[in-house]
């Protein structure tokens, strides 16, 4: 039963009275709940429009901004979440499901495959501790040149804040190119080598023969990092790495194809660069991993300092 098929019967005259019908006798004679019409006149009135009061922003000019921010985007394929981040840091602070709902009527979202349920996983925890340089975690994939055909590529990645802190390409990934990303990973975090210097710090890894090599291991154990091996047949312990490398594939392997493997180290290390100046991480706050590695370090150096104040040396 539709609203207006209701609403015309409730103007029909009654032969007997003379008088109309009214809404609240047909409704109630026909078995119809007068919220289901009001909700399906305003269904029909306006498609797709949200119930209450407007923002300060029309939509016309809401789409404009999100726009020219999508064209201006360093990344292709931001979402809703990014756009939305970026509206707020450009001073515009609209409802997040608003813009998800007019990037949706607009055909501006990103496109993303849909998953299916799973079973109940073995990794039940978190894997994002809160400071970084605490959780790293390495892992490769392959793509492919116009001159060497298939080389592989190894990242070092850290948990807290998603920042990838090595990144290597090789022709070939045996345990020796496969340590190059953790040497840049320590580099990195501490600014030097020595033994025991990463004391502290985990490394999360796969099972893979280059990860449990003798030489990887023994180098690990040299700069004094405890072994993570990742569990089986559970990719959520290893969701940083592969959230990474995704973000690699899509916005750089996927759009450039490149003749040499050196070629390819100097794009992976530009991209490096702006990804971790202008990627914005949401659980984050929608923070580049650089802010959050920078804020951390100066929260650190203050409280070393209210420290040494609290108690001098000769205390």
Known sequence: MTAQAVETRSQATA?????PYGLARVCRVWGVARSTLSWQRQASSAPGA???PGGPWAEDELVDH???????????????????????????????????????????????RQGHPHGPQAQDGTIIPAPVDTLGEIDRTATCTRQEGQVAIGSAVDHGSA???????????????????????????????????AQGLLLRHAHGSQYLSQVLQEERRFWGITSSPALGRAPAGKGCAARFIRTLTEQLLWLTTL??????????????????ATWLIGRQGYQAPTQVRQEQRCAWADAASFEARRCPKNC
């Not at 509206?87 to 813009?99: D, E, Q, S, T, W």
């Open 15 to 19: 032969p007997s009275t003379g008088k």
């Open 50 to 52: 949200r119930r209450g």
């Open 66 to 112: 999100i726009w020219r921010l999508l064209a201006a985007a360093p990344c292709p394929g931001e979402g809703d979440r990014q756009g939305w981040a970026r509206l707020r840091h450009g001073g515009i602070r609209p409802a997040p499901r608003r813009v998800w709902r007019l990037m949706r009527a607009h055909d501006l979202l990103a496109p993303a």
């Open 163 to 197: 920042e990838g802190v090595g990144i290597h390409a090789a022709q070939e990934g045996p345990r020796c190119e496969a340590l190059e990303p953790i040497r840049q990973g320590v580099r990195t975090a501490l600014g030097a080598f020595g033994q025991d210097i």
């Open 259 to 276: 003749d040499t493997v050196e070629a390819l180290r100097l794009a992976w290390h530009a991209f490096q660069r702006q990804d971790h």
